[in-house]
Structure formats: C-alpha cells, structure tokens
C-alpha cells in the first residue's frame, strides 16, 4: 500500500513536493525534541533557544496547513484519485503537527523548572534520559522508514514504541507511590507523558508504511508482522 502511496506522490503532478515537506515537518520536530533535551541536561540554555523552539514550531504548523490545503485542493480537481494517498498525508501530518506540541511543552517544563540542578542527581533523570535517547532513534528511523518504503525500520519504530511507551506507565506509576518532593514529581510526570506522545506519534507515522489506511494508528492491529520482525 505505502510504495502505491509514495509512487503517486512521485508523479508529475501538484502534490509531488508533499512527501518532502512532511519530512521537513520531522526533521524540525526532531531538531525541538534534541534541544529541549538538550536544555534538559544542562549542555545549553533556554534563554539560547527559546525562540527557535518556536519558531520551528510555528513552521510545523505552517506546513500542516499547506499539505492539508494541497490534498483538498488535489481532491476538489480530482475527488476519485490518490484518495487513500490523501488519506495518510492528512494523518501523518496530524501527526507531526502533535510532536512538535510535545517537544515544545518539554522545553516549557524544563524551562520553567527553576532548579533544574537537582534533576541530575536522581533515579528518574537517568531513566528519562534513558528514554530521550530511544526516541531519538525512533525519529531517525521513522524518518528513514517513510523515506525508503522500509518496513523492517517501521517495525522496529513500532516495536520499541510499545516498550518504551510500557517504561514511561511504569515511571508514572513510580511517581505515584514514591516519597517524592512534589515540584520534581510533576515535572517528571509531564516530561514522561510528552515523551510517551511523541514516540506514540512516531509510532503512527510508521504504520503507515506497513499496514492498510483503515489500521494506520493501531499497532496491535500488525502484530503478526511485529510478530515476525522480532522472530
């Protein structure tokens, strides 16, 4: 189905700069994830990135609304062709548009956690960075499943989402019954529910290289193939 997609979009015709100006919408959204991070450990400030963070921001929702406005323009000439191509760029971009949300509301945390040195000395720090470090290979390879039609990379994008999206519930669940100062406990609970939505997001864009529109989002819906990946 997704090779069927991509071949449309290669054809000659209005929607062909669609493909490459999703991936942009990724590499800006990865950019966000990597510096808030990055701010995070303390290699940089916020006061250094603040505005590109938005900025990028700003430039993923632009984008959205461009491809949005391609596709119903595309189906207003042509309502019986490329629909199911449609079809996964207006969720694929949802998508993307949702992790750029996410990596900005990590930089809002991080940010407005005024003392960030005592995150560095405890369990959950390590396992967030644990984390951030996984779904950085998650948007690499979602970026190059899409681009290569590789399903063996969009698998493995949606395997490890399963695993890290089960350690994130289980940090949640730590916070919950751990002797915690409250200020440190609530920012690692939103850190660890926006890193569990992006790699989720990333998650779903995968899908689309390897399943059918009407199981894009639901992984569980390949599991035999999940299956046999792992085998």
Not at 27 to 42: P, R
Not at 148 to 166: D, R
Request: proline letters at 2%; one cysteine or more.
């Amino acid at each position: 189905m997704f090779e069927k997609i991509l071949n449309i979009w290669r054809r000659k015709n209005p929607l062909q700069n669609m493909t490459s100006e999703f991936e942009m919408m990724l590499m800006n959204a990865e950019w966000m994830f990597i510096t808030a991070i990055d701010v995070f450990t303390g290699k940089i400030s916020d006061e250094d990135v603040k505005d590109d963070i938005y900025m990028r921001d700003i430039k993923i929702n632009k984008t959205e609304r461009l491809i949005r406005r391609q596709v119903i323009t595309h189906l207003s000439i042509h309502p019986d062709m490329d629909v199911p191509a449609c079809l996964v760029f207006m969720s694929v971009v949802k998508d993307a548009e949702r992790i750029g949300d996410y990596c900005k509301n990590i930089f809002q945390v991080v940010e407005i956690f005024e003392d960030r040195k005592k995150m560095f000395k405890d369990k959950y720090f390590d396992k967030l960075i644990s984390l951030s470090n996984e779904i950085k290979l998650n948007f690499e390879r979602t970026k190059e499943a899409f681009a290569e039609e590789n399903e063996e990379k969009a698998l493995k994008v949606v395997g490890k989402s399963m695993s890290i999206g089960k350690r994130c519930d289980d940090i949640i669940e730590s916070l919950l019954l751990d002797k915690f100062d409250s200020n440190r406990a609530v920012a690692y609970a939103l850190l660890t529910r926006h890193f569990k939505r992006i790699d989720s997001h990333l998650s779903n864009i995968s899908t689309t290289v390897v399943a059918p529109v009407d199981h894009i989002d639901f992984p569980r819906k390949i599991k035999t193939k999940l299956e046999k990946n792992n085998a």
